[in-house]
Every structure is written in C-alpha cells, then in structure tokens.
C-alpha cells in the first residue's frame, strides 16, 4: 500500500463508521415526552472548590527578604 491510500481508506472507514453509530432517544428526539432520559441526579456546584480563608498577616519585611534577590 502506498502512502496515498492509507488516509483515503481511514477517511472511507471513518465516513461509514459514522453513519452506523446510534444517537440517544433523549438527544434523537428532544421535544418528545414519552423519550427515555438519564437519571437526573444531585451534584454540588462546590465540590473540589478550593477555601481561600483569611490567613494571619505576615512581617513585609521578612516577607520581602524571601522574594528578593540574595546577595
């Protein structure tokens, strides 16, 4: 096989391969009520959320001494 017709035969497979999947009833037919949808289920909108609590302040000065150059 050439160069040439390996990205021509995936193309192909791809383009047929994509005609056979099936689609969900609830994404096929949104606006029917009879179709079949996951259930909805409860998931806090702060989960894996990080706290940013007030911390003590710290000396600028001893901070700065950390963050400046060494000499």
Do not use: I
């Amino acid at each position: 096989m050439t160069f040439v017709k390996v990205p021509l035969l995936m193309a192909v497979a791809l383009a047929l391969g994509a005609c056979t999947a099936t689609v969900p009833d609830h994404l096929a037919r949104p606006a029917d009520p009879n179709a079949r949808v996951p259930a909805a289920s409860y998931r806090s909108v702060t989960a894996g959320a990080a706290t940013f609590r007030p911390a003590e302040p710290k000396d600028w000065r001893e901070l700065n001494r950390q963050v400046g150059p060494k000499s």
